[in-house]
């Protein structure tokens, strides 16, 4: 019997059938070190990505430190290791957004790091750290001063940077780490990871003197923000051995501006420079327009970011006809050092923008406090009265207002419902310390001061040497026609009212400030124009060109009300301090010390007039387009700080600011803030 051969396919058959689901065992066995790789990478890669987030919160914390390392902040220039911890602290609160609101400081900013870093000696003092208490998944680490060995890097040449400076007292650290649970490596006994970042700023006072620009203008794309090119001119002027200070933030531009107005031609114009001076004719006096210089007559700086290197900008015509010295280039300084002043969340000096903007607006939209008098009805119109209370509610709404001609309001806290319109005759509010305007909301004005009218706030009742009204005041009935002076005495608030115990807010909520052949005599008084809001918003940009959170550029669409038009023409000039209490700066007692004027409209506000103004203080208008147009004038320096978008000279006047280094926004000089790791 013959045997069968087999088939070579059935041999294959029955391997194929010996082998079936082998597949799956594979791909079963590869499954487990497959998950276990991409857990292990997904949680890899959130973690470089939650590092990449606390690196830029640590950055934007120590440039917030930066600014009062350089001393900005300070009502004079005070490098201040303590008030930079408090701002790094804040700036890690607003951009790490589950930082728990109850995370503190320990020690305590106050209780770990010197007022003054001349209290801090390089050769000395040892290294402070700061820890974050309840602070959940992070840990806050704020080092000053920083030695040098803490900065040691490998992968530097000898271990230290070119920027790193000599000085520990200059530097902070922030650091921070935040330790994330696994999102998918927990599978395999993987316990979370702690992705951590640090960044050192390097900071100090400006070689400058007091670092004070007497003009500091915003704009930060277009050409033309100082321009003096007619008869009038700008002089500005800093302390004795110090020059006076000229800044503008534009680009004029180049790199980072966005729609520009500038055309790149070559003669002097606003359209072709970013700061435009001309030579004054000889009936002007001849000479440059525009001119910084100090006290004893060296010359200053005029600085603009358009000459800053590789941003390529259009900068300053001409020196030495038009401008006493050449322009030279100066970083973006933008509003940042004005917020971080008077209404940053971390300024223990009182009440803040914010607070007043909310409190003001519901004050002048709610029904009359408790405890407050009330003026309505024909009284609203009434002439020649004194009002005795000492806090009044003016129940006069718009469009009609107030509008009473010599009227006085001996009251310590008045509320206006509608408009203060000063027409004719005066009104006085001699012993105020708050004045809340709600102001009109279907017209274009809220403080109005007209045909020969005139406001006077706290001017007192009696100024020693010259006049005493407080018995006339007593005797008046209270309310009654007839009872109130003829006339009011005028004051200047920069002699007779110089040291008056108190600060006055006068504060509008709807509507300009407007004076037109008329003056006023605005002693010891910070101005707000606010929006017709409940609450505070910074009107600002932060996005395209070179604008950004940190550096804030001026809006595109301000609101166009609350903006200044002040032209006294024939009548005296207008007389205005800033609120002078404190020689240290804002206090919980007079939070806006040294402040003349705050708004955020736009886009044009006006000086003008035979007298125009004087005045000292800081001006706020970041959002205006200013122009002054004053008349020939004896050149007498005001003690104020202009800071606005741009400003054009017109007329035959001169411009003349020597702002009080105590009484001003300091801001760094170029390089002494930079981050160093």
């Not at 110090?242 to 966005?258: E, K, N, Q």
């Not at 006077?456 to 007593?474: D, H, I, M, Q, R």
């Not at 300009?512 to 008329?518: G, K």
């Amino acid at each position: 019997m013959t045997a069968q051969r087999q088939r070579p396919d059935d041999a294959v058959g029955r391997r194929l059938v010996g082998d079936r689901g082998a597949t799956l065992v594979m791909f079963t066995i590869l499954m487990v070190p497959m998950l276990i790789l991409t857990a292990i990478v997904v949680d890899l890669g959130l973690g470089r990505v939650a590092k990449q987030h606390l690196k830029t919160s640590t950055d934007m914390a120590a440039v917030a430190a930066g600014f009062f390392l350089a001393g900005d902040g300070s009502a004079s220039p005070v490098s201040s290791p303590e008030l930079a911890c408090a701002a790094a602290f804040s700036s890690l609160r607003t951009n790490l957004n589950d930082l728990p609101a109850t995370a503190t400081l320990s020690p305590t900013c106050a209780q770990n790091f010197p007022a003054n870093a001349l209290n801090c000696s390089n050769a000395s003092t040892p290294k402070r750290t700061s820890t974050s208490q309840s602070s959940g998944a992070y840990v806050v680490t704020i080092d000053y001063p920083v030695l040098a060995t803490d900065l040691t890097d490998p992968r530097l040449l000898d271990g230290a940077g070119t920027e790193d400076g000599l000085s520990p007292c200059s530097r902070m650290r922030v650091s921070v780490s935040r330790f994330s649970e696994p999102i998918f490596g927990g599978v395999v006994g993987s316990p979370g990871l702690t992705p951590s970042a640090s960044s050192v700023v390097r900071a100090g006072l400006s070689p400058n003197g007091v670092a004070a620009p007497a003009i500091l203008l915003l704009e930060r794309f277009n050409c033309g923000s100082l321009t003096a090119a007619g008869q009038g001119g700008v002089r500005v002027r800093g302390a004795v051995t110090a020059g006076g200070w000229i800044h503008a933030d534009t680009a004029a531009g180049g790199v980072g501006s966005v729609g520009s107005n500038c055309q790149g031609g070559t003669s002097c114009s606003a359209n072709n420079y970013s700061i435009v001076g001309t030579a004054l004719p000889s009936s002007a006096g001849s000479g440059p327009s525009i001119i910084a210089e100090s006290s004893s007559g060296s010359v200053g700086r005029i600085g603009t970011y358009a000459l800053y290197p590789r941003i390529l900008g259009s900068g300053a015509c001409t020196y030495p006809t038009g401008l006493n010295v050449p322009a030279t280039a100066d970083p973006i300084v933008s509003r940042t050092p004005i917020d971080l002043r008077f209404n940053s969340p971390f300024n223990a000096a009182g009440a803040s923008i914010t607070d007043l903007q909310r409190i003001g607006y519901s004050a002048t939209t709610s029904a009359a406090p408790s405890g407050f008098a009330t003026v309505s009805g024909s009284a609203c119109g009434r002439d020649g009265v004194v009002w005795q209370a000492a806090r009044v509610y003016i129940d006069c709404p718009s469009p009609g207002g107030f509008s009473g001609k010599n009227v006085v309001f001996r009251a310590t806290d008045v509320i206006l419902t509608g408009a203060l319109n000063v027409a004719g005759g005066y009104v006085a509010f001699p012993n105020a310390r708050s004045i809340y305007v709600r102001g009109c909301t279907s017209c274009a004005k809220g403080l109005s001061i007209t045909s020969g009218g005139f406001l006077s706030v706290s001017s007192g009742e009696s100024v020693s040497g010259k006049f005493n009204l407080t018995a006339t005041l007593a005797a008046a009935v209270d309310g009654q026609a007839g009872g109130a002076p003829a006339t009011w005495p005028t004051v200047s608030c920069l002699t007779d009212r110089a040291s008056t115990p108190g600060a006055t807010t006068l504060a509008t909520f709807s509507g300009s400030f407007y004076v037109q052949n008329a003056t006023a005599n605005l002693c010891q008084t910070f101005v707000y124009l606010g929006d017709n809001a409940s609450s505070y918003t910074r009107v600002s940009r932060t996005s395209d060109g070179n604008c950004n959170a940190n550096l804030p550029c001026p809006s595109n669409t301000p609101p166009a009300k609350p903006v200044f038009d002040l032209n006294s023409g024939s009548s005296p000039a207008m007389s205005w301090t800033a609120p002078n209490q404190n020689l240290s700066g804002p206090s919980v007692a007079s939070p806006f010390d040294g402040l003349a004027l705050w708004t955020e409209g736009g886009t044009s506000c006006a000086i003008g007039g035979q007298g125009a103004l004087s005045t000292s203080g800081v001006f706020f208008f970041p959002n205006c387009n200013f122009t002054y147009s004053g008349q020939a004038n004896a050149d007498i320096p005001l003690a104020a700080q202009f800071i606005g978008r741009s400003l054009t000279m017109s007329g035959q006047g001169v411009l003349s600011l020597q702002p009080d280094p105590k009484r001003s926004i300091a801001v760094a000089s170029p390089g002494t803030v930079q981050l160093i790791r």
